[in-house]
């Protein structure tokens, strides 16, 4: 099947900080990535769709200045959570469209980040 | 738009078959998908269906009746590590972004 990877896989910052969190389709070209957060016992929430190219679609509630996203190649988006706070910790996870024969979205491994 | 229900949990002994019900509300359809997700992980891709019918993987399987707006996961000869979450979506746009269930939690005991 399809890889997708992520990095870093975990990351710890001051609060007030930047982090960059990269999303990488191994194997195949994605013209569509998307991010999600997932804050424990909870479900995965949408948080924008990344298109190669253009700028990216957020979600209703999403702050576009606080979380750049970047989707500079077919292999590579990327999510920058800017002025981090304790309030950012979270489990964040991409994921990639694949339309090279069935139409698929493989999920990245996710990064957990916790703010202090 | 789109509604998903699926249970919220589900609990089977080691060896058993466990079947995982979807169902979907939905103005348009491109497919279905389902995903497990083991507590602390990303999902990890099971299946996707477009064309009644099951499909067979391995231990697992998937169903789906669009016409009835149903789908099933199941999952055969259940072993421990099985216990995870599952999750079926559906996409919502062109751009293939899902909407979620809300996971069923299956639980093997022992």
């Known amino acids: 099947g399809a890889v997708v990877s992520q990095h870093p896989s975990w990351v710890i910052c001051k609060s007030g900080t930047s982090v960059k969190i990269e999303c990488r389709s191994l194997d195949f070209q994605a013209t569509t990535m998307f991010w999600y957060r997932q804050f424990p016992k909870q479900s995965l929430m949408l948080m924008a769709t990344?298109?190669?190219?253009?700028?990216?679609?957020?979600e209703q509630g999403v702050e576009k200045d606080k979380f750049l996203i970047n989707h500079a190649s077919l292999t590579l988006s990327t999510l920058t959570v800017t002025s981090a706070h304790p309030e950012d910790s979270s489990f964040y996870i991409c994921?990639?469209?694949?339309?090279?024969?069935?139409?698929?979205?493989?999920f990245g491994p996710g990064t957990r980040l916790t703010v202090l | 738009g789109q509604n998903i229900d699926q249970p919220t949990e589900m609990t089977a002994t080691e060896g058993a078959i466990v079947q995982i019900n979807c169902t979907y509300q939905?103005?348009?359809?491109?497919?279905l998908f389902w995903y497990q997700q083991h507590a602390g992980e990303a999902p990890t891709f099971l299946s996707y269906n477009v064309l009644d019918g099951l499909e067979e993987k391995g231990r697992f399987s998937s169903f789906l009746s669009r016409s009835k707006g149903y789908s099933y996961l199941l999952l055969k000869e259940l072993q421990m590590k099985d216990s995870a979450s599952y999750l079926c979506?559906?996409?919502?746009?062109?751009?293939?972004?899902?909407?979620f269930g809300a996971g069923t939690q299956v639980v093997v005991t022992p």
């Open positions: 990344s298109n190669e190219g253009s700028k990216a679609t957020y």
């Open positions: 994921s990639a469209r694949t339309t090279s024969g069935a139409d698929t979205q493989y």
């Open positions: 939905t103005s348009g359809f491109n497919g």
């Open positions: 979506a559906v996409p919502t746009d062109s751009w293939g972004k899902l909407q």
